[in-house]
Nanobody, 125 residues
Framework: QAHFVESGGGLVQPGGSLRLSCAAS????????LSWVRQAPGKGPEWVSG????????RYADFVKGRFTISRDNARNTLYLQMNNLRPEDTALYYC??????????????????WGQGTQVTVSS
């Protein structure tokens, strides 16, 4: 059974940076496409970024392009999200998630078959 543990969230001022980590277990990490999904209070899930098995093909939502970088360490079964130039609208719970189909991302939990408990990111002055 897939298990994810996200960490690295916190309170940061606008323009600041955070690096999220997601430790995964219970499945073949190196053979699995993965995504970051966020959910703000009172809103639905929002796909942020995705990465293929080798890490060579990252994908980003338009609202984070140029600010966020997704990466993975298959030797450590860990997914990362480097977030720079954070904005108040980036405030949300951030989840790592396993898409049901490779390269098929979406703003609904129906697109994913496993995710963690999330880590809170709050951007405020």
């Amino acid at each position: 059974q897939a298990h994810f543990v996200e960490s690295g969230g916190g309170l940061v001022q606008p323009g600041g940076s955070l690096r999220l980590s997601c430790a995964a277990s219970g499945f073949s990490f190196s053979l699995t496409h993965l995504s970051w999904v966020r959910q703000a209070p009172g809103k639905g899930p929002e796909w942020v970024s995705g990465i293929n098995v080798s890490g060579a093909t990252p994908r980003y939502a338009d609202f984070v392009k140029g600010r966020f970088t997704i990466s993975r360490d298959n030797a450590r079964n860990t997914l990362y999200l480097q977030m720079n130039n954070l904005r108040p609208e980036d405030t949300a719970l951030y989840y790592c998630a396993r898409p049901r189909k490779p390269f098929v991302d979406g703003d609904s939990w129906d697109h994913y078959n496993a995710w963690g408990q999330g880590t809170q990111v709050t951007v405020s002055s």
